[in-house]
């Protein structure tokens, strides 16, 4: 594999030499086909177009995070209620976890579920934003690399959920202290599932479209209706 | 025949594309070992093992058994100022079971038991004919692409790493004692680490389409098998 079919500098994309290459497999195809005939995949071209169900799944995911930072996560009873019942926000458990000196978890429940999603919204927006746009291939080795954590690390932030399901399951102990769900549990998962969706359907060939020579008009137009150069 | 030239730029025949940026490469037999990367983004193209089938339905297996442990043995179990509560991994999805939740307790199910065991049998539903040389089982493209789809959504790791956080806030609260379950997962962690490790994509497909098709009149491990593919696999009825 390490040959190449063009050794010139620029790199001949199967868009561009009028062929499209299976995302699922690999295997490439004339430009008309529709789905993979290996593996059955639907064949999409790299068009910008497919930033639409980015962004969509971008903003579902979005509109679900606000009511998973208002409602609570998840309410606690100690003592019957006598000792309090308490409630907590996302960033409530985090600075109660503060109050109990538990620094290390604090910082986890921080990052897997304020930092990592709310960088994941700005980091997907960023990428919808310049993908396609002109670009040295520094540039898209740097965006490519953001790409690559944003999907590595998206599936993560559903730790948050699995901690209210294990808390809420073990911590049934009667008189002593129960723990309950909160709504905020359900609208957090969805953010994250839509998040996820969001950055799957992002293309990451699109990153490589922008690459310096003015060729890719040309190639462009045959499968992407408007082009702007 | 072998004046043909290894690949077709009209039909996409001996070629692959970077499923992450598109570039074009030749198709070319590898030695176990060895690792292919794409020249522009560096994206693992390929890159098998000796004997890696075999392994992966082995880890696959492991993966369906330790699962189906961690479901019926306990999970955790709690206790403190004589009250005691002991969990299984259904307790803990069925914590959610309460009004607008319940929808999340289908997710956590299946985010946690169903799909990596859907995964692990999709994947011996395909690997087991390839590994044995046969012709693979009907299907056996579209069961090993869901298995990849599925791949981000299963979440055994996860939920490893949440029972441990769940674990430290309980800590200051009762005395907890880890079941079978739990080190059921742990061990699932590994499992999967190796099973990514030795999975290599490009291997597998190239593979259910070689067995797959019958009009091969090639030795499968002959070196330049890719040059010496028939024009009619790249047509679109021949795959299909």
Redesign the interface.
């Known amino acids: ?6 050794p010139q500098s620029p ?5 561009r ?14 430009q008309d ?1 529709a789905h993979c ?5 639907e064949l999409v071209p ?1 068009d910008r177009r497919g930033l639409q169900a980015v962004w969509a799944w971008l903003i579902a995911g979005l509109i679900a995070y606000i009511p998973a930072n208002v409602f609570p996560m998840m309410s606690t009873q100690t003592f019957a209620g006598l000792a309090g019942n308490s409630e907590a926000t996302i960033l409530g458990g985090v600075i109660e ?1 503060i109050h ?1 000196g ?1 620094w ?2 604090a910082v ?2 921080f990052v897997a579920s304020i930092v990592v999603p709310v960088g994941k919204f700005i980091a997907i927006a960023w990428l919808a934003v310049v993908a396609g746009r002109p670009a040295n291939v520094d540039q ?2 740097t965006r ?1 690399k953001v790409y690559e954590v944003v ?1 590595f690390i ?3 932030s ?20 129960s723990i ?2 909160g ?1 905020a ?2 609208s957090f ?1 969805l953010s994250v ?1 839509f998040t ?1 969706l969001s950055a ?1 359907s992002f293309d ?2 699109l ?2 479209r922008g690459l310096p020579l003015r060729s890719r008009s040309s190639a462009g137009s045959a499968t992407t209706g408007p082009n702007d150069e | 025949m072998s004046a043909e030239p290894s690949y077709d730029l009209a039909t996409g025949r001996g070629l692959i594309a970077c499923p992450s940026c598109d570039a074009l490469h030749l198709r070319e037999d590898m030695a176990p070992g060895e690792t292919a990367r794409c020249i522009r983004c560096g994206h693992v193209l390929a890159k098998p093992r000796e004997g890696a089938f075999g392994q992966l339905i082995a880890l696959a297996f492991t993966s369906m058994v330790l699962l189906i442990g961690a479901v019926f043995f306990p999970f955790l179990e709690v206790s403190t100022f004589g009250f005691g509560n002991a969990s299984s991994l259904f307790d803990v999805a069925l914590a959610f079971a309460d009004g607008v939740l319940l929808p999340l307790v289908v997710a956590v199910l299946a985010m946690i038991i169903g799909l990596p065991i859907a995964r692990s049998f999709l994947l011996v539903y395909t690997l087991v004919p390839l590994a044995q040389g046969r012709p693979p089982h009907r299907h056996a493209a579209t069961a090993f692409r869901w298995s990849e789809t599925l791949r981000p959504w299963s979440m055994a790791e996860i939920f490893v790493i949440g029972t441990a956080v769940a674990l430290v806030k309980v800590a200051g609260l009762a005395s907890v004692h880890l079941g079978p379950a739990f080190w059921a997962f742990c061990a699932l962690i590994f499992v999967n680490l190796a099973s990514r490790s030795f999975m290599c994509r490009t291997s597998i497909w190239d593979a259910i389409e070689q067995s797959g098709q019958s009009v091969d009149d090639r030795d499968p491990a002959g070196p330049p098998a890719e040059a010496q593919r028939p024009a009619n696999l790249a047509d679109p009825q021949a795959g299909a």
Not at chain 1, 37 to 41: E, M, S, T
């Open positions: 594999m390490s040959a190449q079919t063009e790199v001949l994309t199967a868009h030499a009028g062929l499209i290459g299976c995302r699922s497999c690999g295997r490439v195809w004339p086909e005939h290996r593996c059955g995949a790299p976890l109990y538990s290390d978890i986890i429940v898209a080795h490519l999907e998206g599936r993560w559903m730790i948050d959920v699995f901690v209210v399901a294990i808390l809420s399951a073990l911590v049934q102990l009667g008189f002593v202290a309950k769900p709504p549990a359900v998962a599932a996820m799957q990451a060939r990153i490589w």
